[in-house]
């Protein structure tokens, strides 16, 4: 690897007798570390190598062609570096445990932080997770449905949007757009992308996404900046900055020193030669005390482009929806029926009005005259109902029903049921006489060859 001379003078004067080890790590293999999704059950067969700041990181002895398991697909875990799981042990360090927060992730594609985030905070928790680039955004979705969380909301804005929520929420995650330095390892393109100029630019960008984020926070709320980078000017140059301008208080956090992290005057730093993981930063602030949130009076009954749903229609929901009454169920102009948990309809309403533009609940299905048509968020999510009829399909099987290809089932049962893989939802198929319809959608269906 040619690493650029600005970056290498920068790196040098930053590592000192700590250079060489640095440059035999980023010509090393990446290690490869996945995160396990609570909500799900999952038997790994693999001996278990824990992240050491991260009870649900484990790494993988290899890194296989995720695309061919279909327990990936499923969403039973997250494939994330390690370094950045450290997120993770901040929020369980500076949020009480059990408490109700409402959070946001400002720059979440492709969702890694935000289903950590969900993991790590009281399972009643509102977390709304928003990126603004629309691609990205999509790739956000999908990850977000694979994780099966009825309390992620998500939206697609810039951090200048948020005007009207200054002080509601308790967590904001700064994951700032950067250099992308602690890549360099794993991604050829951000050694070719990167200049002196262009640190500049990300990190003037950096403080107009904290400025904004700042005022998003509640009187007490924590604020948590992290990047992938290791360069001053967007590390601790931008924390130093953000305290000078804000009056934001910052935070340490408890270390073992088995770990390794490097902590700085602001906030902490990790090195792929000192931790298993690649670089990353990260910074905590507290906002100080004053008058707290007040949620305005609400009129509306339902979020804003949503319908309640009537008594009779929610009971012939009931064989496909676990809980019904822990739920609130609304209609979208094109005959969605969405679910929101019951404590955050509320929430829901308020965020609705306030940004306008929300994705929220999770995607139940719609009526077709008489029948029901199970929408693909069901399938991934633990809402739906234990009474459904399920076929488990082996791995060769699993496989091209998401490949979208037909297949045969030695009893094959009539009408709607759930495939599965090692008791994990895939997606829906429906038995008719003398077929087997796959229902997974076009644009989820693996497109390399599975042999």
């Known amino acids: 690897m040619i690493l650029p001379p600005d970056f290498t003078e920068q790196i040098k004067a930053q590592l000192g007798d700590e250079w060489p080890a640095f440059l035999n790590a980023l010509a090393s293999p990446a290690p490869t570390s996945i995160r396990f999704n609570l909500l799900k059950n999952i038997n790994w067969q693999e001996n278990i190598d824990k992240v050491k700041w991260e009870p649900n990181g484990v790494y993988l002895s290899t890194r296989p062609v995720f695309t061919l398991d279909p327990a990936f697909h499923a969403g039973a875990y997250y494939?994330?570096?390690?370094?950045?799981?450290?997120?993770?042990?901040?929020?369980?360090?500076?949020?009480?445990?059990?408490?109700?927060?409402?959070?946001?992730?400002?720059?979440?594609?492709?969702?890694?932080?935000?289903?950590?985030?969900?993991?790590?905070?009281?399972?009643?928790?509102?977390?709304?997770?928003?990126?603004?680039?629309?691609?990205?955004?999509?790739?956000?979705?999908?990850?977000?449905?694979?994780?099966?969380?009825?309390?992620?909301f998500s939206s697609n804005l810039d951090s200048s949007a948020f005007g009207a929520l200054q002080g509601y929420f308790g967590l904001v995650l700064v994951d700032a757009p950067c250099s992308g330095e602690g890549l360099f390892r794993k991604d050829a393109d951000a050694v070719g992308e990167w200049s002196p100029d262009n640190v500049q630019l990300?990190?003037?960008?950096?403080?107009?996404?904290?400025?904004?984020?700042?005022?998003?926070?509640?009187?007490?709320?924590?604020?948590?900046?992290?990047?992938?980078?290791?360069?001053?000017?967007?590390?601790?140059?931008?924390?130093?900055?953000?305290?000078?301008?804000?009056?934001?208080?910052?935070?340490?956090?408890?270390?073992?020193?088995?770990?390794?992290?490097v902590e700085r005057e602001w906030?902490?730093?990790?090195?792929?030669?000192?931790?298993?993981?690649?670089?990353?930063?990260?910074?905590?602030?507290?906002?100080?005390?004053?008058?707290?949130?007040?949620?305005?009076?609400?009129?509306?009954?339902?979020?804003?482009?949503?319908?309640?749903?009537?008594?009779?229609?929610?009971?012939?929901?009931?064989?496909?929806?676990?809980?019904?009454?822990?739920?609130?169920?609304?209609?979208?102009?094109?005959?969605?029926?969405?679910?929101?948990?019951?404590t955050l309809e509320e929430e829901a309403r308020f965020l609705s009005q306030a940004l306008g533009r929300v994705q929220m609940g999770t995607?139940?299905?719609?009526?077709?005259?008489?029948?029901?048509?199970?929408?693909?968020?069901?399938?991934?999510?633990?809402?739906?109902?234990?009474?459904?009829?399920?076929?488990?399909?082996?791995?060769?099987?699993?496989?091209?029903?998401?490949?979208?290809?037909?297949?045969?089932?030695?009893h094959q049962p009539m009408g709607w049921m759930l495939a599965s893989y090692q008791g994990l939802g895939l997606g829906w198929a429906k038995g008719l006489a003398n077929r087997l319809n796959n229902y997974l959608p076009k644009e989820w269906r693996i497109r390399m060859d599975i042999n």
């Open 202 to 261: 990300c990190c003037g960008r950096q403080k107009r996404i904290l400025a904004d984020a700042v005022a998003l926070l509640e009187p007490g709320g924590i604020l948590l900046y992290s990047t992938c980078t290791y360069n001053r000017f967007e590390n601790e140059e931008n924390a130093a900055w953000l305290a000078d301008q804000f009056g934001v208080e910052p935070l340490r956090l408890q270390l073992h020193p088995e770990w390794n992290i």
């Open 79 to 152: 494939v994330q570096e390690a370094s950045s799981m450290f997120v993770g042990e901040a929020v369980r360090q500076l949020v009480p445990a059990g408490r109700f927060v409402r959070a946001l992730d400002l720059c979440a594609a492709p969702g890694g932080k935000t289903t950590l985030l969900q993991s790590a905070l009281s399972r009643g928790s509102l977390l709304l997770a928003n990126e603004v680039i629309r691609p990205r955004y999509q790739i956000l979705r999908e990850n977000l449905m694979r994780w099966g969380a009825a309390n992620i």
């Open 363 to 410: 995607e139940i299905g719609s009526f077709k005259n008489k029948d029901f048509v199970p929408a693909h968020a069901l399938a991934l999510s633990p809402l739906a109902a234990a009474g459904i009829p399920r076929v488990a399909l082996d791995r060769d099987t699993a496989l091209l029903f998401l490949k979208k290809e037909n297949i045969r089932l030695p």
């Open 267 to 342: 906030g902490y730093q990790f090195y792929p030669h000192r931790v298993r993981g690649e670089g990353f930063y990260l910074a905590a602030f507290r906002r100080p005390p004053g008058p707290a949130f007040q949620m305005p009076r609400l009129k509306d009954k339902a979020p804003t482009g949503l319908a309640l749903l009537s008594r009779p229609v929610i009971e012939r929901l009931e064989p496909w929806v676990r809980d019904t009454a822990a739920l609130a169920f609304f209609e979208n102009k094109n005959g969605m029926i969405v679910a929101i948990p019951r």
